[in-house]
């Protein structure tokens, strides 16, 4: 069974950083790309950064471009995500999702909230 | 970047067919997925590539359209149905998600 388990989030204060990590199990994590997708409160899904299985392609969101970085360590079937400068607008439930240009498994998210 | 644009509500009676709608600002081939979230919880895979059915997902969900128009549709709903549903495209970075359509019951 697949798996998808986020943990990092919290409240943090803008300006502020924070590194998520998602642990994957239930399938051959180095095989595939994975993604990160955001989701403000009562609002809709947002494309946040991709990497490919080797980690030799990585793309990002405009939005978050220059302050997030997406990474994986496939001997820990773990992927991250390091958050730097966080605005309020960063505020959202980030879900780690199977890759790599759809998203055929999602974890349950964790709350990033950015606020003083 | 492509736009997804979706209805932002439709209410269906149960057991009656509902086709879910989203148009994109540009050609996307056939690069559309769509995706199902219900209440508290993470999106699921329905259908990809336009109208190819994800492993485990009921009959009832179907998929069609190329280009620009795609639709999702529904036969027959039935009330576990109730959710928030999102067309997303992959033919082009950034990839991009519709803003949902909430299915409700009449």
């Known amino acids: 069974e697949v798996q998808l388990v986020e943990s990092g989030g919290g409240l943090v204060q803008p300006g502020r950083s924070l590194k998520l990590s998602c642990l994957a199990s239930?399938?051959?994590?180095?095989?595939?790309?994975m993604n990160w997708i955001r989701q403000a409160p009562g609002k809709g899904l947002e494309w946040v950064a991709s990497?490919?299985?080797?980690?030799?392609?990585?793309y990002y969101a405009d939005t978050v471009k220059g302050r997030f970085t997406i990474s994986r360590d496939n001997a820990k079937n773990t992927l991250y995500l390091q958050m730097t400068s966080l605005r309020s607008e960063d505020t959202a439930l980030y879900y780690c999702a199977k890759g790599p240009i759809l998203f055929d498994y999602w974890g349950q998210g964790v709350m990033v909230t950015v606020s003083s | 970047d492509t736009v997804l644009t979706q209805s932002p509500a439709l209410a269906v009676s149960l057991g009656q067919r509902v086709t879910i709608s989203c148009r994109a600002s540009?050609?996307?081939?056939?690069?559309m997925h769509w995706y199902q979230q219900k209440s508290g919880q993470q999106p699921k895979l329905l259908i990809y590539?336009?109208?190819n059915l994800e492993s485990g997902v009921p009959s009832r969900f179907s998929g069609s359209g190329s280009g620009t128009d795609f639709t999702l549709t529904i036969d027959p709903v039935e009330a576990d149905d109730i959710a928030n549903y999102y067309c997303q495209q992959s033919n082009e970075l950034p990839l991009t998600f519709g803003s949902g359509t909430k299915l409700e019951i009449k």
């Open positions: 590539s336009a109208s």
């Open positions: 540009k050609s996307v081939s056939t690069y």
């Open positions: 990497i490919s299985s080797s980690s030799s392609y990585i």
């Open positions: 239930g399938f051959t994590f180095s095989n595939y790309g």
